[in-house]
């Protein structure tokens, strides 16, 4: 929509028609009592490069339809899009899904132990990093290929898909042969080269939310992977930077209700990463179902006070039961079982 100023003449608002006009948009003069409006109706990609704010008469233009396009909910008709993982279902609001595991594989006998622990507890897919995106260059970064063999002895062991985070492109072959789901991590949200290559892996994707990213900013950056060609993408909330310092982040619940309205991706939410606190991640994971998340993506230990990475904010595996229980029955208050 093109607004005019005041008082723009006659042949101002005839020149802004006839430049909107050679895009092919359907052009719709609306002449007011103050100002004219004038409507452009069609794809508005290419009305962004007319450079109409700076014609003669122009007061401001203001874009109607939102710039996501593939994430968009018009896209589907308002229907949510669900898909199946190795059996699970995600998305389309009749399951729940419990991704679990441990933040990093560290040892062959922690992540089979987690593996075994949370497939027990009704988890639908197992969680565990191989490559690290870590603040510190110095910390631990994960044992790279020799996790993604762990994770596969895990897989054969529990049946449970794995999740794992795709950090570089020089790792997309061996993530791409292994991962049943493939992470993009916070850090990474708006690296649209790596999104690119993450959609060509045939393989569906777990984008995780940007550290300081708009909603907007978010459901771009999955248009990035959906225009590859796939049509399998899961956003995740994990918690976004604010004032407040008392948890690791802030965790945006508000995010899953308006991303019901405007997407029809599935999402999921991590309390770990959100909350930096173990105490904190049941509350997090019941509210997460109550507000109609599709899941959660929770990191889960054998042995949390000697865990390399994360240990403070995960689940002791043998809580996991109890703790998968009681967010399932928030979920269920929604009509949701397990998936
Ligand atoms: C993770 O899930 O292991 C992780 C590193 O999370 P984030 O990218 O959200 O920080
Ligand atoms: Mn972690």
Known sequence: MIVMQPGAAEDEVEAVRERLATTGVHVVVLPGKLTTAIGAIGDPAGVTELGLEGMAGVDRVVPISRPYKLASSELSHHEPSSFDIAGRTVGGGETFCLIAGPCTVESRGQTLAVAEAVQ????????GGAFKPRTSPFAFKGMGEEALEILVEAREQTGLPIVTELL????????????????IGARNMQNYALLEVAGRLGKPVLLKRGLSSSLDELLMAADYILKEGTEEVILCERGIRTFETATRFTLDLGAIPWLKLHTHLPIVVDPSHASGDRQLVEPLSRGAAAVGAD?????????????????????????????????????????????
């Open 120 to 127: 027990a507890g009704g988890a639908s897919m197992l969680r």
């Open 168 to 183: 570089d492109v020089q790792h997309a072959d061996a993530i791409g042969q292994v991962a049943d789901l493939v992470q």
């Open 295 to 339: 899941g959660v993506l929770v990191e889960v230990h054998s042995d949390p006070e000697h865990a390399r990475c994360d240990g403070p904010q995960s689940l002791h595996a043998a809580d996991f039961a109890a703790y998968a229980a009681r967010v399932a029955a928030h979920a269920q208050l929604l009509g949701k079982r397990l998936a």
